[in-house]
């Protein structure tokens, strides 16, 4: 098996850093692991039966060569071998953790510059997208990978600071949400330009998925991201009606989640910030699969 190779630089901490970290320093890298913040679940030599509770998790700290920590998704932490012995506890997923605020922000969610920033641009410019890996334990301070590498401690509530932002979600700290809104949308090929309210400042687009039975993230019609993101934009915490594929969907953003109305399934559904390209790709990959 080959294992992602991560040949990564450790770089100096946020301004803020009053680091506390258990192990009493910087993080090592350390190669051939996967990167920090990286998403993963149980891979092909898991022995250790409940563990995950069948959840994802993320890479929060190397621990030595062959071997990563990793915090699942339900709050239990413990070693895995990833090299180790020749064998793969975990294997690394596409997954991107979903939370409302960015007061919850949990390892494996997507982060941005936030109201407060002010570190130049260690993140290596405005709209660069990282990846909190870890919380330290004053619960007011986040550890974040930048796309660079570099890594950097955050303030997240310390001092009433908040350096970071949410880069799926827009749900701005403090604000009352409005009574649930029901709407229905429909699916309609004949759109194929997502609406204005999909594009971000940042020149990316929103992106609604559900997750599949095998994990993976899939996109909904444009015609049905461009209505949910209207939707979702309006009030968070609204639920509406979806029809594909000849079934009806209850979506309900505030748990992120959709139900079939028949069958009573229910599936993640997700807000990922793509760029163009890779929002034009998931589109047409899609519709290649003319899975009904």
Known sequence: MQFLLAMLCLQTLAGDDDDDDSSGGDDPVIGGLPHHGARVRR???WKWGNQDKGECGTV???YKKGIVEVEWDHGGKNHYRYGAEEAADVQVI???RVVRRIADVKPGCKV???LHWEWENQDGGAGNIGIVYRIEESRVSVRVRWPSGRRGVYRNGKDG???LDLANVSVQAGKKEKPVTK???SASPARQTPSEKVETKGGNRYCWQWKDKDGKWRPYTV???SSMEEIYQRNPSATCKLERDSYTYHIDFGKMQQQNVDTKAVRQIRRACLNRDDFDLAIALEQSLHIK
């Open 223 to 225: 015609e049905q991201i």
């Open 161 to 163: 600071k908040y350096d």
């Open 112 to 114: 941005v510059r936030g």
């Open 94 to 96: 596409e997954d991107t």
């Open 43 to 45: 891979g092909r030599d």
């Open 60 to 62: 929060i700290r190397h």
């Open 183 to 185: 709407l229905n949308i």
